[in-house]
């Protein structure tokens, strides 16, 4: 079993940043995938960004030069740092690692004023 533990998110005014961060614990299988996906009212769970361990990134087109996705294989954390964030962006924020299964975080609120 693998947990995962998110921390960040807010409320942030249009142009501003956040940083989330993913801590996972347990039977951790390497190689994996670790990422963000979001959902916001009414709309379906998208993906954000994600990160192997071998660190290759995809991002959604939306966030590409804004949002930034990193990890620390040594302590099984990924991050995502949230520049110029727009209204937009306003969704609730998953944390998601991908070994053997897929596992979710409990998600956390990003809310962007305008």
């Known amino acids: 079993q693998v947990q995962l533990v998110e921390s960040g998110g807010g409320l942030v005014q249009t142009g501003g940043s956040l940083r989330l961060s993913c801590a996972a614990s347990g039977s951790i299988f390497s190689p994996n995938f670790m990422g963000w996906y979001r959902q916001a009212p009414g709309k379906e769970r998208e993906l954000v960004a994600t990160?192997?361990?071998?660190?290759?990134?995809n991002y959604q087109d939306s966030v590409k030069g804004r949002f930034t996705i990193s990890r620390d294989n040594a302590k099984n954390t990924v991050s995502l740092q949230m520049n110029s964030l727009q209204p937009d962006d306003t969704a609730v924020y998953y944390c998601?690692?991908?070994?053997?299964?897929?596992?979710w975080g409990q998600g956390t609120q990003v809310t962007v004023s305008s």
């Open positions: 998601n690692y991908y070994g053997l299964h897929r596992v």
């Open positions: 990160i192997s361990s071998g660190g290759i990134t």
